[in-house]
């Protein structure tokens, strides 16, 4: 229907999906390029403006974004947080354990990345201990409830108020040693410019950090994830799109969520209020339904991050604007600069 096509345009830039490979989005990048703090202000890290239309790329500071947005537009964020989710333990037997935790399925249950694997069984319980130096020494249980695919567990915790205390934000493996506030790894924004701000929620699963192994992309399972669009947020977007104003996502996630709503409004007269599992993966050849623009960092080779913003920039505009970045020493990663594709 015609309210949920994009504004501007009917199809993305990649709507003609051909051959592909998972080696189509790889790239070399040179280690000194990963960011491991952020800028400091936070709003003078770089932005590189993508154009869709014309295919340009303009170089601008993050401090700029709201000359390059409009005051009609609405800013899509996800307002998930990033929980202390990684825990360090051992067994009776001694063991090292470490757990993820993914998601949160009812108080004091969730489901967990385990490593070693192998190593954990239903029944096990496992000690978890702080590092941490204001409480460093204390200790609590975790309860191995059920095992599922590729390291996964589904643990259970006495009190799970430990997690605060014990918990480490889960970093990506390509930050080395941040000592940092763990504040600065939140997605922090202000209102400017009268630009309308919404909220979803996305939590955030497997597939964030992890490249795909398979060659050929459409063969890989994504992992799902628990999202929210709620029946305000969703009535503010079909306004805006009725009056021709833009949506804007920050962020891979927002993104995701926002063409999930999409597929379930088919054949409605707006966007329908969301609430479940999103398992959509954006590929080239995806036809982008709700979202116009969109604010993201620069994503991992062979990573679904990096196919999405594929999908929605095009693989040449894409492939060319991260060989600018590396010629033009861009910082890269979740720490890193940003780039706006309108």
């Known amino acids: 229907m015609h309210m949920l096509r994009p504004y501007g345009s009917t199809d993305g830039p990649g ?6 490979k998972t080696s189509d989005f790889d790239y070399s990048l ?7 703090t952020p800028a400091e202000p936070r709003d003078q890290s ?3 403006v993508l154009r869709r239309s014309d295919g340009s790329i303009e170089h601008h500071s993050f401090s700029e974004i709201v000359d390059l947005l409009q005051p009609t537009d609405v800013l899509v964020l996800n307002d998930t947080r990033v929980i202390p989710a990684r825990l360090k333990g051992q067994k009776g037997s001694g063991g090292k354990v470490e757990l993820l935790l993914l998601r949160r399925l009812e108080p004091g249950l969730w489901e967990a990345l385990v490593k070693p694997s192998k190593r954990i069984a239903v029944g096990d319980r496992v000690e978890l201990v702080s590092t941490h130096p204001g409480s460093r020494g204390k200790t609590a ?4 409830m059920e095992r599922k695919d590729e390291g996964v567990r589904i643990v259970r915790f006495a009190d799970e108020s430990v997690v605060e205390a014990l918990g480490q934000i889960p970093l990506p493996p390509y930050i080395r040693d941040y000592r940092g506030d763990r504040e600065r790894y939140q997605t922090v924004y202000s209102r400017e410019k009268g630009i309308d701000l919404a909220f979803v929620t996305l939590h955030v699963g497997l597939d964030t950090f992890r490249p795909i192994q398979e060659e050929d992309p ?11 669009l709620t029946p305000e947020v969703a009535s503010r977007l079909t306004k805006a799109r009725n009056d021709g104003h833009r949506i804007v996502c920050v962020g891979t996630t927002a993104v995701r969520l926002l063409e999930q709503a999409a597929l379930v409004s088919e054949g409605t007269d707006g966007v329908k209020p969301f609430q479940g599992w999103v398992d ?23 990573s679904t991050l990096l196919m ?3 999908a929605f920039g095009g693989n040449d505009l894409i492939r060319r604007a991260y060989e600018e970045a590396i010629g033009g020493r861009y910082r890269f990663y979740s720490f890193g600069d940003a780039m706006l594709i309108i």
Not at 15 to 20: K, L, N, Q, R, T
């Open 218 to 228: 459409r063969q890989h399972h994504i992992h799902h994830e628990f999202g929210v």
């Open 141 to 144: 249980f975790v309860e191995v």
């Open 308 to 310: 999405l913003v594929s």
């Open 30 to 36: 040179p280690p000194e390029l990963i960011a491991q």
């Open 280 to 302: 959509l993966f954006i590929l080239p050849g995806h036809c982008f339904h709700l979202v116009d623009a969109m604010i993201t960092n620069f994503h991992l080779p062979r």
């Open 15 to 20: 709507a003609d999906e051909g051959p592909m």
């Open 46 to 48: 770089r932005l590189m």
